[in-house]
């Protein structure tokens, strides 16, 4: 079965440019996470969905940072424009709501680095 | 609000060693608790997992027994191996999400 996809793996760009980060849940799964991890701080959750509707960003850094989930089966990640300390590992996660174990399903994640 | 605190790395191991990582909580009502692992360049994978008091989860030699009278749920495993260098994260699902422990750095030497 395919797990949680994301693209790109890597993403290198240059201060001020625009990056999206995608991903694709678990068909089935009905609510989406999005991690940033660092060394510095670990990791952190920006925003999460359910049934494609944002429940919580308030891990959001700024407004320079959105997320949209248009259907049950994409997810985008965007930072515009992006700065050196947007460098870190992005990791979407998927579950299903209402189980017994909210077990959360990790993607490979996307390495970013602005310079 | 909820929490959790694990044991700050890292850690360096023998191989065959005894393991143990702590896990402690702090939740109301009665969350889910888990152990993910992440091996160099990849995501987080689902290590084990316990959903009630007293159960204990186990998978690949490791264990953790959900303790509500001392709110942990320390991970163990009686022989390490190389292949087990990755770092561990304890976490907790209250429903609202799950929150995440800072992670142990494990490295088990030949």
């Known amino acids: 079965d395919a797990g949680v996809i994301q693209s790109p793996r890597h993403e290198v760009t240059e201060m001020g440019q625009e990056v999206t980060l995608r991903c694709k849940p678990i068909?089935?799964?009905?609510?989406l996470f999005w991690y940033r991890q660092t060394m510095m701080r670990g990791l952190e959750l920006l925003i999460y969905?359910?049934?494609?509707?944002?429940?919580?960003d308030s891990g959001m850094p700024e407004d320079r940072f959105s997320a949209k989930m248009p259907n049950a089966s994409f997810s985008t990640l965007k930072i515009q424009p992006s700065e050196p300390r947007d460098s870190a590992v992005y990791f979407c996660?998927?579950?299903?709501?209402?189980?017994?174990?909210?077990?959360?399903?990790f993607g490979p994640g996307t390495r970013l680095t602005v310079l | 609000g909820n929490s959790v605190t694990q044991m700050e790395g890292p850690v360096t191991l023998s191989e065959e060693a005894f393991l143990t990582i702590n896990c402690t909580y702090t939740?109301?009502?009665?969350?889910?608790l888990f152990w993910y692992v992440q091996y160099p360049g990849e995501g987080l994978q689902l290590l084990l997992k316990?959903?009630?008091?007293?159960d204990k989860g186990s998978n690949k030699g490791f264990e953790a027994t959900y303790r509500k009278e001392t709110t942990s749920f320390h991970l163990e495993k009686g022989s390490v191996q190389v292949s087990d260098s990755a770092v561990y994260f304890c976490?907790?699902?209250?429903?609202?999400?799950?929150?995440f422990g800072a992670g142990t750095r494990l490295t088990v030497k030949p």
């Open positions: 316990a959903t009630k008091a007293d």
């Open positions: 996660a998927s579950r299903i709501i209402g189980t017994a174990t909210d077990t959360q399903y």
């Open positions: 969905f359910n049934n494609n509707v944002p429940i919580d």
């Open positions: 976490a907790l699902s209250d429903g609202l999400g799950m929150r």
């Open positions: 068909s089935g799964h009905n609510s």
């Open positions: 939740a109301t009502g009665y969350p889910s």
